[in-house]
């Protein structure tokens, strides 16, 4: 799923591998792989991993029947699906932070897995921009299709201007777009800096950015990274104990302070790794998630510091 063919030399580039990464000591404790006391057993791990593929593929079933609901309630099944499928993972979540209620939104968040997605989805349901290889992925890609996402062909540099003016169409509709401008996966103990691209879209339809930052506990059981394959990272986070995922919105930010995309982006990537002020952890005390205006659902949809070192390059990529 992760392969790593040779890529074209403008795409961003991770440090981080399996090998290097997902079988790095962590920086706040062991590794889960060794440690027993971090790891499921064998028959809960069974039972996540059933439990998750089996509300993935209800939401695929469930797809036709939820474009037929009115927009509020197929709001609501995408914040509790994705949350429900989520946690049928094995995987808690924290969110901090106030969601936007309604209007246009970038979202912007740092890059660590495939969960990222669904986290998003579960507190600000979005048009989300993916590579274009998702579009063929088992289950997976066809969820992706049906909630609207923007595919883009990394290899082709010419057809970036075309995915910022679809992203500035539906910006400038009242919707909302979410994009990992890293770029690319990282393990989550370092950070890529932000690609500025994605970020005109915003300037052009006058939007707020907002800026949200994922960690993970422990970290590299989530990571999904260089060329590891889809299997063996949903193994490993059904395999984790008390993985927990931490997600923090910071304070939005007015595009239209900023003189060009690259300020704005700079600013994005700043906020994302700033820790909170008040605790001087990565996230803040949780508040109830609002639930944001149904622009944000194509008619379809039923979801939307350690050392870095050197390494293959991940190909979770989206435009820089």
């Known amino acids: 799923m992760n392969g790593t063919t040779a890529l074209p030399p403008w795409l961003p580039t991770a440090p981080c591998t399996p090998g290097r990464c997902t079988a790095h000591p962590d920086a706040t404790g062991p590794d889960p792989g060794p440690d027993p006391e971090l790891r499921a057993g064998l028959p809960r791990a069974v039972v996540r991993l059933v439990a998750g593929t089996g509300g993935v593929l209800l939401g695929v079933?469930?797809?036709?029947?939820?474009?037929?609901?009115?927009?509020?309630?197929?709001?609501?099944?995408?914040?509790?699906?994705?949350?429900?499928?989520?946690?049928?993972?094995?995987?808690?979540?924290?969110?901090?932070?106030?969601?936007?209620?309604?209007?246009?939104?970038?979202?912007?968040?740092?890059?660590?897995?495939?969960?990222?997605?669904?986290?998003?989805?579960?507190?600000?349901?979005?048009?989300?921009?993916?590579k274009a290889e998702v579009r063929r992925w088992p289950v997976l890609g066809v969820l992706a299709a049906l909630g609207g996402t923007l595919f883009i062909d990394r290899d082709r540099l010419r057809a970036l201007p075309g995915t910022v003016r679809a992203m500035t169409g539906i910006l400038a509709g009242g919707g909302r777009v979410a994009v990992f401008p890293e770029g690319s996966t990282w393990c989550g103990r370092e950070r890529g800096r932000f690609r500025p691209a994605a970020f005109q879209a915003a300037l052009d339809a006058g939007c707020a950015v907002q800026p949200v930052r994922i960690d993970y506990r422990p970290h590299d059981a989530a990571a999904y990274v260089g060329d590891d394959p889809l299997g063996a990272s949903?193994?490993?986070?059904?395999?984790?104990?008390?993985?927990?995922?931490?997600?923090?919105l910071a304070d939005p930010l007015p595009s239209g302070r900023y003189p060009g995309r690259r300020a704005l982006a700079g600013a994005a990537e700043r906020a994302v790794a700033r820790p909170d002020r008040r605790t001087g952890s990565p996230w803040i005390v949780p508040q109830r998630a609002v639930a944001s205006d149904s622009a944000n659902l194509s008619p379809s949809s039923v979801h939307q510091r350690a050392r870095s070192r050197p390494a293959a390059a991940s190909s979770s990529r989206t435009p820089s």
Not at 87 to 97: C, I, L, Q, S, T
Not at 235 to 242: A, F, L, Q, S, Y
Request: glycine share 4%; no cysteine; charged share 15%.
């Open 61 to 130: 079933l469930l797809a036709p029947a939820a474009a037929l609901l009115p927009p509020a309630a197929r709001l609501a099944l995408v914040r509790l699906w994705t949350r429900t499928v989520v946690r049928a993972f094995g995987v808690r979540v924290r969110y901090g932070g106030n969601p936007v209620a309604t209007g246009p939104l970038l979202v912007v968040a740092n890059h660590v897995s495939w969960l990222d997605v669904p986290l998003l989805a579960a507190v600000l349901p979005a048009r989300a921009v993916a």
């Open 234 to 248: 949903l193994w490993r986070v059904v395999t984790t104990r008390r993985l927990t995922a931490e997600v923090r």
